[in-house]
């Protein structure tokens, strides 16, 4: 190809150079975006004694599966289950996001996502999960941990955290009753929910909605109670909101009913003094 000044250029060879220029960006783009799946991937840790069952290609007997997401759902159990000494850890999923920086690891305790198995009764297993899962974690999250456990006579109760401002109605303000209970349930749940159902066009977001979307493709019973609360932060009295949840749990699961107001009051403001930098 020739300028106007009469100099000729090789345009093949120009071409040439443009194209591994091309493919030497498209392959470190390639490995960027490797590396950045690998280390925003979901790892579970179990226990030995699950992994080696696992292992054997046998799955996690649950008959009962309850999912806590949220600081008031997941407190809510460590009050009024999981302070008896009737329950033992037996794993953690541990992941790394924007606002969950948590290393991967077997001994990493900062995933805050832990499961808890009932001692006397193994097939009821409780997760609790403070921790933010990302958009693009939460499908492998729910496929990661779901494939751990058998599917057949499962229930599953999931407790979820939501902010009264989220809540879509008609008569506002609605803070004077807040905070209360929502509902969703997939076709397989047969029990009657113990609040009412969410109304349109409210929807259930992030891990919850993962959960129910999976239930309910795969058949699995289960029911969401999502708790909306006009307080930012645990707050005893979001807490107690989800007690009328688990009363149809007691069967399989033990909750302290004797526990006052007070003693809710004392485990949100001991947690408050533990996480304030000022102190």
């Known amino acids: 190809m020739a300028t106007f000044f009469g100099e000729v250029l090789s345009e ?11 493919q030497d960006e498209n392959e470190e783009d390639e490995q960027i ?29 649950c ?24 329950w033992e850890a037996v794993g953690h999923a541990s992941l790394w996001n924007e606002r969950s920086r948590a290393v991967p690891g077997p001994t990493s305790e900062e995933s805050a996502c832990v499961f808890h198995r009932h001692k006397e009764t193994p097939s009821v297993l409780i997760c609790q999960v403070i921790c933010y899962v990302a958009e693009d974690q939460l499908f492998q999250w729910t496929e990661k941990v779901f494939d751990c456990l058998q599917h057949r006579e499962l229930n599953v109760t999931v407790l979820s955290d939501s902010s009264v ?17 929502r509902s969703l349930h997939t076709d397989a ?33 289960t029911v969401v109670y999502q708790c909306y609360s006009d307080v930012i932060g ?18 399989s699961i033990q909750l302290d009913s004797s526990l006052s107001t007070d003693v809710l009051r004392k485990f949100v403001k001991t947690t408050d003094i533990q996480s304030n930098l000022y102190i």
């Not at 093949?12 to 220029?21: G, K, N, P, T, Y």
């Not at 009962?64 to 009737?86: E, K, M, P, Q, T």
């Open 12 to 22: 093949f060879s120009r071409a040439v150079d443009d194209d591994e220029e091309d």
């Open 33 to 61: 975006r490797r590396e950045l799946e690998e280390k925003r991937e979901v790892h579970l840790h179990w226990s030995s004694e699950v992994t080696e069952l696992l292992q054997s290609g046998n799955k996690l007997q």
């Open 63 to 86: 008959s009962d599966f309850i999912l806590a997401v949220g600081h008031n759902a997941a407190r809510f159990l460590s009050v009024y289950a999981l302070a008896s000494s009737n």
């Open 165 to 181: 401002a989220d809540y879509k109605t008609a008569n506002y303000p609605c803070t004077s009753s807040a905070p209360f209970l």
């Open 189 to 221: 749940f047969r029990g009657q929910p113990v609040s009412p159902s969410l109304e349109q066009p409210n929807i259930i977001t992030g891990l919850p909605a993962a959960v129910l979307n999976h239930c309910q493709v795969h058949g699995i019973a």
């Open 234 to 251: 645990p707050d005893s009295v979001s807490m107690e909101t989800y007690k009328p949840a688990l009363t149809k749990l007691r069967k």
